[in-house]
């Protein structure tokens, strides 16, 4: 069996989505997701220009040598483009090899672990007593985890909070909206807000919260105390995690269990995050780290150091990740958490797919492959459209982290 074909598809059902489709000289197809929030383009063009002519002709079921040919034959190792390409060709062959064997990808990573997915949702809103009936929802489902992010009194919006309901879009202007954010503001309201929710829905609901790289860690070590009382499952992306030793400060004051990772592209982003034990939770995803092959790495790493799996799945990850993060959560040994951020019905009929919630669990389709598909005709009917994410200023108009 040959690679005859790869195509590249660019759609927009409601947001962008980036699509590998790889096609056999047999006739059997894999898809990839390739979407980088913001920079869809520059993935694109990576694999259009770059990767695809590599591929023709190769063996689909070399799915290791491949992936070192792209990641090592570059010269240009890491970073999000190159990794979010390289993690679109390995999950479309794993949906081959499925294909071709017969089975459900979670089958060839070695079975299952557990008999579900367990995953949060996100409970955002303006105010504390609108967030409230937003996780009532949410437990009304079968949850047992949700995220809670609130807007901040005196600021006027905050990334992560939206009116919409059961997903909100960062992604909302082709030049990048611009928040104003306040520490000080931000530290005084979360323990609050936490403490109303706990009052509501007592002690055993998984509570999360995510910081959003907007803290230093003196500051994050303040949160994670203050939260302590509150026992949450995860404080997320406390700071920006360039400085992976910046993360020693914050774990010598507080037990709030830490989160990060989902900006990360490679297993050397977090090494030092991992094999110190700085953090709780790796938050790597498919579609950004390189694919299940390279994911399966990191997990393997976090695993000898007693960190679990917190995959990233908001919007921006494509059902076609969201499948290939489940056979993954169901087969590795240290699963934590997978986000659960659902797409909207336009998405959802651009991406057949086979995968079902149920009782606050997702379970991967038992089709062989990873049992999602991409309708490339519905796909056409939606072009492109710029869409950045949002900066974040202080108060005086000094660039922040977002
Ligand atoms: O900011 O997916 O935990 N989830 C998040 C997301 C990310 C977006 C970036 O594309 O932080 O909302
Ligand atoms: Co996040």
Redesign the pocket.
Known sequence: MKIAEARVIVTCPDRNFVTLKIVTDEGVYGVGDATL??RELAVAAYLTEHVVPQLIGRDPARIEDIWQYLYKGAYWRRGPVTMTAIAAVDTALWDIKGKVAGLPVYQLLGGRSREGVTVYGHANALDVESVLTEISDYVALGYRAV?VQTGIPGLEST??VSKDRMF?E??DAAIPTENVWSTAHYLDHVPQVFARVREEFGPTLKLLH?V?HRLTPIEAARLGKSLEPYHLTWM??PVPAELQEGFRLIRQHTTTPIAVG?VFSSIWDCQQLITEQLIDYI?TTVVHAGGITHLRRIFDLANLYHVRSGS?G????SPVCMAAALHLDLSIPNFGLQ?YMRHTERTDAVFPHGYRFEGGYLHPSEEPGLGVDIDEELAARYPYRAAS?PVNRLQDGTMHSW
């Open positions: 929030n913001g995220r990334y992560g909100y960062p992604a995510d959003h997320e992306d989902e938050r990233h908001a919007t921006d990850l986000e994410l």
